[in-house]
């Protein structure tokens, strides 16, 4: 993998040295993507995110991992042997110019090589070290092994994911990981802020359960405030507010709380309002007490159109409307198609650790 040569962004002048994996890696793609120089440390035999699929031309290869590629495009590499004291020498010398150091060991891990943030912070007062764990560096449960499963069952994600006729589901994609890469980032940007008066850095202490638990707002709020534990919702919001159904060609996200008589009338010009035309059906409340109804038919009539035909028209007449879109249809985007988003420049070629 090579970096953009010319450096650019707000962070052209911060230098990163990234010993995360998987949990972490996103946080210093991030800050490459704005400019820092990131420099990613791999063991030896490579980092264990070389395993992890898809693979390019569909072929099992330390080479060949895209999940690697986008998590570590446009960064820098070295193989490092921290528990070698050569590896430690080498990691002493890249720490006294480094800016930020971002880590997802075990806690006290470094600390037992002599390279804790103590230690760190002697050869350079002004480094940031960023700490990304299951559960945090402190508390009885900070050595507990952690992943993305445990993370989203045991910060509370898991418990409304799904239907209410189904187990708890873990939702798609690794989101505890992005997660705490997000807070991480956020939390870098602040602590460099922080460091031009000072002259001072700080060790930042993520922890993905924590941020599991921080993306749950509604979850959490409504429990604080109402001492309403919220349950598995399928495909409807978790307030009512808006649901997904079934079209002829596909799936379509639709509200259900606003311009509602809007909606009645654009369905009864079709025929197809059934009751829902009644008075009654006005009140909020009714409405959300009887939202199987509502749904029941709502979906007789979607079941007549095609997605994009709804979404558009919808569209027109302000509904905040959207189809479930594949991959492909992604791809396909007119939107992001026009805003060049799949036309970033990419320059990396692999390098062996």
Known sequence: MEAIEQRDGPLSKVRVLDLADEKGGFCSRLLADMGAYVIKAEKPGGDPSRGIGPFLG???????????????HNKFGITLNLEHPAGREIFLRLIKSADVVVETFSPGYLRKLGLGFDS???????????????FGQQGPRSKYKSCDLVASAFGGQMYVSGSPSTPPLKP????????????????????LRKRRPSGQGEHLDISLQEAVVSTLDHVMVRYFYDKIISKRQGNRSWNGSSCILPCKDGYLHLTLSQQWETLVEWMAGEGMAEDLVENK???GDYRLRNMDHVIEVLQRWTMTHHTHELFEFGQLMQFPWAPVCSPEEVLDSPQLKARGFFNIPYKFTSFSP
């Open 120 to 134: 760190l912070s002697k050869v350079n007062p002004r480094l940031i070290l960023v700490s990304v764990t299951g």
């Open 172 to 191: 798609f994609g690794e989101l505890s990981y992005y997660a705490a890469s997000l807070f991480a980032a956020v939390g870098i940007l602040v602590a």
């Open 58 to 72: 569909n072929s099992p290869h330390p080479e060949k991992s895209l999940f690697f590629a986008y998590h570590n």
């Open 281 to 283: 059906w006005k009140d």
